[in-house]
């Protein structure tokens, strides 16, 4: 039961930091919104700092364990390098417009802590699934350990201005070439 209410909080002031920004929600919105108290929440949480810490954390924590189940899936392994490709990058362009934004203003050394925690999880599965696909014969170990040097970095950092929101295709497109180009630089002919 304390999980679940303090999961809850945390889900709460993630949906009012997305909608009113870190900024303008108070402690009063996160306790209305809850429909908790405000001794509620100060029990899970001393400040609104804190429960800003836990939201980035758990949207690391939600990162990694998507990035977990598409390594998983019963599925060529260059299917699940491209989905988890597509996963990085969706997730990159799409916080680069929007929530992220906003909360870089809040506390910037706090958000690249959490995105460093989650990018080297995130390194190490896809290192996990090159890995896998070295040794299944698929991908080449030497473009693998090439590709492996400079894509997360690049992925942490690679927003596509031309795929914006406003066109889904265009957006589609980008990527599909994007990872394509990725799939033939390592897959061994």
């Excluded at 934004?101 to 506390?107: Q, V």
């Amino acid at each position: 039961m304390v999980s679940k209410t303090r999961e809850k909080l945390i889900e709460v002031a993630r949906q009012l930091f997305d909608h009113k920004g870190v900024a303008k929600t108070t402690m009063n919105d996160i306790a209305n919104a809850s429909e908790r108290g405000r001794r509620t929440i100060y029990t899970y949480f001393r400040n609104k700092k804190e429960i800003y810490n836990a939201v980035l954390e758990s949207e690391s924590e939600s990162m990694v364990a998507n990035l977990r189940e598409i390594v998983r899936r019963d599925e060529p392994v260059n299917k699940r390098l491209a989905d988890l490709l597509r996963y990085r990058l969706e997730r990159n362009n799409v916080q680069a417009g929007s929530t992220l934004r906003l909360w870089l203003k809040f506390d910037p050394r706090r958000l690249e802590r959490v995105n460093a925690m989650a990018l080297k999880k995130g390194n190490a599965i896809l290192r996990d699934l090159l890995d896998e696909g070295v040794a299944s014969g698929v991908f080449d170990e030497k473009r693998c350990k090439l590709f492996a040097t400079f894509i997360d970095e690049m992925l942490m950092r690679l927003v596509i201005p031309t795929a914006d929101n406003s066109d889904p295709a265009r957006r589609k497109a980008v990527f599909d070439s994007f990872i394509e180009f990725i799939l033939d630089s390592i897959t061994k002919e």
